[in-house]
């Protein structure tokens, strides 16, 4: 440690992303890593290309953190949570993601899912996942996480959690428990705002901590911080949980006894951003004991906060002792999974393993999909539709991305998919939110139907799709609600005759969906949240 400057040091703390991929010019991310030594970097769609594309690029990462002298390798981390959240795609996997894991009640299952997860990973020089989430969604109304998370209790989230990150483990990627202290019973998104969630501290230990609690005494290898205010924790008002001493050094590190490396999420977020700004928010997390900070897209910004914190120790607002041990938290981290011995050293080493979107990886996403995806009511056996029937399908074209999501995966294939299966389908595509006129226009055109099938995307969150719903239940016609991303629609369909929920929409767990529905397919799920 001591034959590191401090801002070499500094360097190993920042974790920051960029904008390029393996064909672009990469020289902001390749200054910051020769002249600002950051030793971690986070990759996102518009990183991704081919698998030999994605391994070529995290090779020439490595590259250059090696020939900057680097006492170690880069670690490379990417949200690859599955479902609605992944960053992989071109010849990979589609693996489900949390909820639809946790409505297939089978750990085992997400564990083998958590390993094939990392066995892609590492065969693209990807060693540190950013999942599973462990945060408890116990609000519906939840704009940020959903079915991001295992579910709605402590023991499934506790349970799921930890099967999915001994898998990945298991396979030699890092894993990250999320959002600390627990971003689960928030209505707001702490890319848009600061959340506050003003639970008692009692009322945290018996639910939103019990996860982390679990996972941290499973050997959890790092943490992420929510950026959300609690107040029965922080006494200073409007100070998120990434920049409070008393959440993460005395809660997590002292009271959880967490010895592994803390992480923020993205300082650019704007419950940070906005108020007290990616730099300054920077020194504040180190202050409070994180080790890593997180910067995914502003080089302008990477810079700033390393310039911060280095201003910090040299005028005495952080002491050195304070980088020394997180420095060293890091340094243990990257001994136990990286080594340089795995990085090809030419062009003619680099080989995309056959792991990589395999057979076998496919057929495993396939079966949690029958297993997960749930038909929670059926009156009447409308399921499977009956052959003959004439069948209209409606439904929203694009997803209600959150920022965390990827814009290239927001393509739903519903009408594509169900047409395939049925050629006879009349596909009728409506705005996200339509409008009572288009409302209007659609109750008139589905009288001469047997069965209606209508997609939901959050329809809880649209006032458009929501009174869509409402008028369809009137018609008296067989009516299939398919949830394609949010279980809690059922809520507002309570009328249908079939509701289905496939917890993403994913053209693989559609597809699964549609064939359910058409009977060429058993799908077994049970809900894992209770709607009212």
């Known amino acids: 440690m001591n034959t590191l400057s401090l801002r070499q040091k500094i360097g190993q703390l920042m974790v920051c992303g960029f904008q390029g991929d393996s064909s672009s010019d990469i020289t902001d991310i390749e200054t910051l890593i020769k002249d600002y030594h950051v030793g971690g970097i986070i990759l996102f769609g518009r990183n991704i290309g081919s698998p030999i594309e994605t391994l070529e690029l995290t090779t020439t990462l490595q590259r250059l953190a090696k020939e900057s002298n680097q006492q170690e390798p880069l670690l490379i981390s990417i949200d690859q949570e599955n479902g609605m959240v992944r960053r992989l795609g071109e010849g990979t996997t589609s693996f489900p993601g949390s909820m639809l894991l946790a409505a297939t009640r089978d750990e085992n299952l997400t564990y083998e899912i958590g390993r094939a997860t990392a066995r892609e990973l590492k065969a693209l020089g990807i060693n540190w996942n950013l999942a599973p989430v462990v945060d408890i969604n116990n609000n519906p109304d939840n704009p940020v996480i959903g079915v991001r998370s295992f579910g709605e209790t402590a023991e499934a989230v506790s349970l799921f959690s930890k099967a999915s990150m001994k898998g990945m483990q298991t396979e030699g990627v890092i894993t990250t428990l999320k959002h600390f202290p627990g971003h689960g019973d928030t209505h707001v998104d702490s890319h848009l705002a600061l959340p506050v969630i003003t639970h008692s501290v009692k009322a945290l230990e018996n639910l939103e901590l019990i996860p982390f609690k679990d996972c941290i005494e499973s050997e959890a290898d790092t943490v992420m911080t929510a950026h959300v205010y609690f107040p029965a924790l922080e006494p200073e ?166 920022l965390v999501e990827e814009e290239g995966y927001s393509k739903n294939e519903l009408g594509m998919i169900v047409r395939d299966m049925d050629p006879h389908a009349t596909i009728i595509p409506i705005s996200n939110d339509p409008s009572m006129v288009e409302i209007d226009q659609l109750i008139g055109k589905v009288t001469e139907f047997d069965t209606i099938l209508v997609g939901t995307l959050s329809a809880r969150t649209s006032d458009g799709q929501t009174a869509l719903l409402h008028q369809l239940m009137k018609t008296g016609k067989s009516l299939i609600v398919l949830a394609m991303r949010n279980p809690y629609d059922l809520a507002i369909a309570h009328d249908a005759q079939a509701f289905i929920t496939t917890y993403e929409f994913t053209a693989n767990a559609l597809n699964m969906a549609v064939k359910a529905i058409y009977g060429k397919e058993i799908v077994s799920g049970t809900l894992p949240i209770t709607i009212s």
């Not at 050094?249 to 999420?265: H, I, M, P, S, Y």
């Open 237 to 402: 008002e409007n100070r998120p949980a990434t920049m409070s001493y008393k959440v993460i050094t005395e809660l997590l590190r002292n009271k959880l006894g967490f010895k592994g490396v803390v992480t923020t999420d993205c300082l650019e977020m704007k419950a940070i951003s906005d108020s007290p700004g990616t730099a300054l928010g920077a020194v504040e997390a180190i202050k409070a004991g994180v080790d890593l900070i997180m910067i995914s897209h502003v080089s302008s910004l990477q810079i700033e906060a390393i310039e911060a914190i280095v201003a910090a120790v040299e005028n005495g607002d952080i002491s050195e002792q304070r980088i020394d041990e997180s420095y060293h938290r890091v340094h243990i981290l990257k001994n136990k999974y990286l080594s340089w011995n795995d990085i090809p050293l030419n062009s003619e080493e680099i080989k995309v393993s056959d792991v990589v979107g395999n057979k076998q990886h496919h057929q495993l996403a396939e079966n949690a999909l029958k297993k997960g995806i749930t038909i929670v009511k059926n009156n009447g056996n409308v399921i499977p539709i009956k052959e003959g029937n004439k069948v209209v399908v409606i439904y929203p074209t694009a997803s209600y991305l959150t």
